[in-house]
């Protein structure tokens, strides 16, 4: 099982990414997906979570800016950021609470991390 993110890059302040992950591998179920993010020097950070029926919860600081979204088909999950600013800078890690089938019991997973550059 793996989760494999994209769709990070440079974009200037007020401009907008769309990120996106899909978890592959011998799944059972997958119950809520995430985003976190971690900037230099800080401890890494929830930004957004979905659950299976679609429920999104999100860090204040992304509030009317970010919409985290689900396929549910797809095994993926996608964060679209608008608005984006300097303080969004920062590697961004997709995680799952899933259960691979040769498993009773469901764990967290993690993406390996996009790079997202906002510059001013």
């Known amino acids: 099982v793996q989760l494999q993110a994209s769709g990070g890059g440079l974009v200037q302040g007020g401009g907008s990414l769309r990120l996106s992950c899909v978890a592959s591998?011998?799944?059972?179920?997958?119950?809520?997906m995430g985003w976190y993010r971690q900037a230099p020097g800080k401890q890494r950070e929830l930004v957004a979570y979905i659950t299976r029926g679609g429920f999104g919860n999100y860090a204040d600081s992304v509030k009317a800016r970010f919409t985290i979204s689900r396929d549910n088909a797809k095994n993926a999950v996608y964060l679209q950021m608008n608005r984006l600013n300097v303080e969004d800078t920062a590697v961004y890690y997709c995680n799952a609470d899933l259960r691979p089938r040769y498993s009773d019991y469901p764990r967290a997973y993690w993406g390996q991390g996009t790079q997202v550059t906002v510059s001013s």
């Open positions: 591998g011998t799944i059972a179920d997958i119950n809520t």
